[in-house]
């Protein structure tokens, strides 16, 4: 495989290939669907960089002005990689090891980050619009692909849940989803991996759901679809940094089912919707249960106190939750008595995204996606913003 240095997919020629590659994105965005971000051109305007504070104890690790990348996830040896969906853009290489002067290996292959019309009669073998990534305690790499490109509809047999090794880039298992797990309006956000039970566990943030994954037997079910702790809550004005996103038609985003975390015994799944102070937990045995009834599902579901709006959650071995906030441009540490503090908060800081730990626990990765910033919540209009990054931090255990 070869690194190629990231090029600018936000050109005009670019967004052109876009709209001819995927005919799911050529339909302007209705209010239902909601985008979470766009990458058409930019806006022309100087930016002026926000300086990186003295104290700082956040490390660049990587940073261009395309792909917009949600998701990053840190394998044994130091390899990261980039997540980088087909929302209204098309990425070379969707999933990509990060190298040296952000440089991007395509992941596993070429062949899987290519989407188009030579390959749509083999949705399950490429990366159709790749979320996230994860990295399980014995350092393999899941990657969700919610196969919805343009957040449309998904492409049918295409939503899928892949597990891969990082050494060989060998692709070991890959899960599919029908229609009655992952719906067309469906968009399977991210995921979290419990090999203790042999159990995947998903968010839907296009239908507001969970749904559950028998590792074992590749069997899945969608749980608490539609129910409060996977919706916004009412009346909730989605704000980053001050702005606040309305979409073209002057409606509020309202964004479901997003953010996920496992405890590190395995026993309890934190989750909650992006647009929403709302914060729940839930006992992953009631999620493996398939005697419950769905009303006995949602009895089991635990609402916390809340919290301030996330996008990526993650749990240490202590059971602090740490939070992206987008509200703030900051990255939040909640303890298990519910003291929540601030670790860092920084103008540059534009829509922190998803989080990944490295393999030794110490170090906690996460992108900024820049999301408020694009053309959908700015009138059409993409705003000058920082470049896209992915950023570590270094925590004592």
Same mark, same amino acid.
């Not at 394998?75 to 002067?101: E, H």
């Not at 590749?218 to 409060?228: D, H, N, T, V």
């Not at 914060?279 to 009303?295: D, G, H, M, Q």
């Not at 996460?366 to 950023?391: D, L």
């Given at each position: 495989?070869?690194?190629?240095?990231?090029?600018? @997919?936000?050109?005009?020629?670019? $967004?052109?290939?876009?709209?001819?590659?995927?005919?799911?994105?050529?339909?302007?965005?209705?209010?239902?669907?909601?985008?979470?971000?766009?990458?058409?051109?930019?806006?022309?305007?100087?930016?002026?960089?926000?300086?990186?504070?003295?104290?700082?104890?956040?490390?660049? &690790?990587?940073?261009?002005?395309?792909?917009? &990348?949600?998701? $990053?996830?840190?394998?044994?040896?130091?390899?990261?990689?980039?997540?980088?969906?087909?929302?209204? #853009?098309?990425?070379?290489?969707?999933?990509?090891? $990060?190298?040296?002067?952000?440089?991007?290996?395509?992941?596993?292959?070429?062949?899987?980050?290519? @989407?188009?019309?030579?390959?749509?009669?083999?949705?399950?073998?490429?990366?159709?619009?790749?979320?996230?990534?994860?990295?399980?305690?014995?350092?393999? !790499?899941?990657?969700?692909?919610?196969?919805?490109?343009?957040?449309?509809?998904? &492409?049918?047999?295409?939503?899928? !849940?892949?597990? =891969?090794?990082?050494?060989?880039?060998?692709?070991?298992? =890959?899960?599919?989803?029908?229609?009655?797990?992952?719906?067309?309006?469906?968009?399977? *956000?991210? $995921?979290?991996?419990?090999? +203790? *039970?042999?159990?995947?566990?998903?968010?839907?943030?296009?239908?507001?759901?969970?749904?559950?994954?028998?590792?074992?037997?590749?069997?899945?079910?969608?749980?608490?679809?539609? +129910?409060?702790?996977?919706?916004?809550?009412?009346?909730?004005?989605?704000?980053?940094?001050?702005?606040?996103?309305?979409?073209? =038609?002057?409606?509020?985003?309202?964004?479901?089912?997003?953010g996920i975390a496992?405890?590190?015994?395995? +026993?309890? !799944? #934190?989750?909650?919707?992006?647009?929403?102070?709302?914060?729940?937990?839930?006992?992953?045995?009631?999620?493996?249960?398939?005697?419950?009834?769905?009303?006995? &599902?949602?009895?089991a579901v635990e609402?916390?106190?809340?919290?301030?709006?996330?996008?990526?959650?993650?749990?240490?071995?202590?059971?602090?939750?740490?939070?992206?906030?987008?509200?703030?441009?900051?990255? !939040?540490?909640?303890?298990?008595?519910?003291?929540?503090?601030?670790?860092?908060k920084e103008a540059?800081?534009? @829509?922190?995204?998803?989080?990944?730990?490295?393999?030794?626990?110490?170090?906690?990765?996460? =992108?900024?996606?820049?999301?408020?910033?694009?053309?959908?919540?700015?009138?059409?209009?993409? +705003?000058?913003?920082?470049?896209?990054?992915?950023?570590?931090?270094?925590?004592?255990?």
């Amino acid at each position: 495989m070869h690194s190629f240095p990231l090029k600018n @997919w936000a050109s005009p020629v670019a $967004v052109a290939a876009a709209s001819l590659l995927l005919t799911a994105c050529n339909s302007t965005p209705t209010t239902a669907d909601q985008p979470r971000g766009t990458m058409p051109a930019d806006s022309t305007a100087a930016h002026v960089p926000a300086p990186a504070p003295a104290n700082s104890p956040l490390t660049i &690790v990587a940073e261009f002005n395309a792909p917009q &990348v949600t998701g $990053v996830a840190v394998a044994p040896g130091g390899k990261i990689f980039a997540f980088s969906p087909r929302w209204d #853009y098309n990425p070379t290489f969707p999933v990509a090891l $990060v190298g040296a002067n952000n440089t991007l290996t395509p992941y596993p292959d070429a062949g899987w980050c290519t @989407w188009n019309d030579s390959v749509k009669a083999e949705p399950q073998k490429h990366w159709i619009c790749p979320q996230a990534g994860y990295v399980d305690t014995q350092g393999m !790499l899941w990657i969700v692909d919610p196969a919805a490109p343009g957040l449309k509809f998904t &492409v049918p047999g295409g939503p899928k !849940l892949v597990k =891969t090794d990082p050494k060989t880039g060998q692709v070991l298992q =890959t899960i599919l989803y029908p229609e009655s797990v992952a719906p067309r309006k469906s968009y399977l *956000n991210d $995921v979290r991996i419990d090999l +203790q *039970n042999k159990y995947a566990y998903l968010t839907d943030s296009g239908t507001g759901a969970l749904v559950v994954t028998d590792l074992k037997t590749g069997k899945s079910r969608q749980l608490l679809a539609k +129910q409060p702790s996977t919706l916004p809550d009412k009346n909730f004005i989605t704000k980053a940094q001050g702005h606040a996103l309305y979409d073209p =038609t002057g409606k509020p985003g309202q964004f479901k089912a997003d953010g996920i975390a496992l405890s590190t015994d395995n +026993q309890y !799944l #934190y989750y909650r919707a992006l647009s929403g102070h709302s914060l729940y937990r839930i006992k992953t045995a009631a999620l493996r249960n398939a005697a419950l009834s769905p009303a006995q &599902v949602q009895a089991a579901v635990e609402k916390l106190p809340d919290a301030p709006a996330c996008d990526g959650m993650e749990l240490d071995s202590k059971n602090n939750l740490y939070l992206t906030n987008f509200e703030e441009g900051a990255i !939040l540490r909640r303890t298990p008595a519910g003291k929540t503090e601030t670790l860092v908060k920084e103008a540059r800081l534009e @829509w922190p995204d998803t989080f990944s730990w490295d393999p030794d626990g110490q170090h906690l990765y996460f =992108t900024t996606s820049a999301i408020h910033k694009t053309p959908y919540w700015n009138k059409g209009v993409g +705003q000058p913003r920082e470049p896209f990054r992915i950023y570590k931090m270094t925590l004592a255990k």
